[in-house]
């Protein structure tokens, strides 16, 4: 489960690392979540070596994802919606974390958040991510398809069409 710090303390890694600590301290499930920043990455190294694991999220350049994987991040969350919002590349973003996590053997599972459609969904599988995040409704949006539901359709035709006790 990834618990989030407190966003006010993003310019302070001491009180990233104190809060990490007292959340850490309440269940061994909890993944204490800190941004893709210069206090997160200290916190985070900082944390790992308490044996604190931590999610490096609002992660949006493949620089941030190297330096959370260098720093011992237990997840990365790259958030490509709001990217190819702006009309940025997420493909290659996606598939340039994966290589340097990779080409450098870090233990960081890449986590792709901010999931918007199906394709996002499929490209992020395709390129090796560990997990993804979408909402219920991109999933049901992603699981439809008019080809499936025109083939039940002929299915059914062909069934009530066919001589059956």
């Not at 790992?48 to 994802?65: E, P, Y």
Request: aromatic share 12%; with cysteine; hydrophobic share 40%.
């Amino acid at each position: 489960v990834s618990v989030q710090t407190n966003p006010a303390s993003h310019n302070d890694y001491q009180a990233i690392v104190s809060e990490g600590r007292k959340l850490a301290a309440l269940s061994s499930n909890f993944v204490i979540k800190m941004p893709s920043t210069e206090h997160g990455f200290k916190a985070c190294q900082v944390l790992k070596q308490d044996g604190i694991r931590a999610n490096l999220t609002l992660c949006f350049s493949a620089v941030q994802g190297l330096q959370a994987m260098r720093m011992g991040a237990f997840y990365l969350s790259p958030f490509i919606g709001w990217k190819e919002s702006n009309a940025e590349d997420t493909d290659g973003f996606i598939e340039d974390l994966i290589a340097i996590r990779d080409n450098y053997d870090f233990d960081t599972e890449v986590l792709v958040a901010a999931v918007r459609n199906g394709r996002q969904i499929t490209h992020a599988a395709a390129s090796g991510a560990d997990i993804v995040t979408a909402s219920f409704a991109v999933y049901q949006e992603a699981f439809a398809h008019p080809y499936t539901d025109m083939g039940l359709a002929k299915f059914q035709e062909f069934w009530d069409k066919t001589p059956y006790e």
